[in-house]
Structure formats: structure tokens, C-alpha cells
Nanobody
Framework: QVQLVESGGGLVQAGDSLRLSCIIS????????MGWFRQAPGKEREFVAD????????YYADSVKGRFTISRDNAKNTLYLQMNSLKREDTALYYC?????????????????WGQGTQVTVSS
């Protein structure tokens, strides 16, 4: 059974950085296209970034482009999200997701497995 566990969230000030991690167990990370999503209170879950199985292709939401970087270390079965220049509007519960496919997607409904999320809170 595939399990995803996120970590690295916390309370930071605007302008600070955080790095989120997502460890997969049960299967090897290299078999999955991966994505990060987030959900703020009272809002729908939204796409943040995705990465191909090899890590050669990435894609970002406009709201985080230039500030966030998604990466993966398949040897360590770990997905990352480096978040720089954090803003209050980045406050949300962040989820990693795995998709049993070659192609990446921004659609949450097309991912097969989800973690429980890690909270990121940015204060001004």
C-alpha cells in the first residue's frame, strides 16, 4: 500500500523560506508523477506544482512561479517543495500527491494517492 507523509510545515514570517518534504513508502517514487496542492480555510484545494517521474519537467501555478521550486530525489523516495519569499496568501495546508502515470497534471482528481498534509502559516 502506498503512503505519503509530508513534513516541514510551520509558522513563518512573510519573506521567509520553508522546505516541505514528502516521503513515499510502499512503492518507489520513480514510478509516479508527483504534485503539490494546497488548501486554505474556506477555499477549494488548488494546484501548486508538479514534476515528471524523472524530474526533467516541472510546472507551476502562476501564483508561486519564481518563488517555489519542486524537486525530487528518487533514490531517497522523497519529493520536495522549496518555498521562498513566502506571502500571507501562501498560508494553507499543503498536500503531496502521486499519480500512476507518465504525464503530470494540474487536476487533483487525477492523482491516485494523497498525504495527510502539512500546515504552512505565514504571518505578516
Amino acid at each position: 500500500q502506498v503512503q505519503l507523509v509530508e513534513s516541514g510545515g510551520g509558522l513563518v514570517q512573510a519573506g521567509d523560506s520553508l522546505r516541505l518534504s514528502c516521503i513515499i513508502s510502499g512503492r518507489t517514487l520513480s514510478m509516479y508523477a508527483m504534485g503539490w496542492f494546497r488548501q486554505a480555510p474556506g477555499k477549494e484545494r488548488e494546484f501548486v506544482a508538479d514534476i515528471s517521474r524523472s524530474g526533467s519537467r516541472t510546472y507551476y501555478a502562476d501564483s508561486v512561479k519564481g518563488r517555489f521550486t519542486i524537486s525530487r530525489d528518487n533514490a531517497k523516495n522523497t519529493l520536495y517543495l522549496q518555498m521562498n519569499s513566502l506571502k500571507r496568501e501562501d498560508t494553507a495546508l499543503y498536500y503531496c500527491a502521486a499519480r500512476w502515470a507518465i504525464a503530470t497534471t494540474t487536476s487533483a482528481g487525477e492523482y491516485d494517492y494523497w498525504g495527510q498534509g502539512t500546515q504552512v502559516t505565514v504571518s505578516s
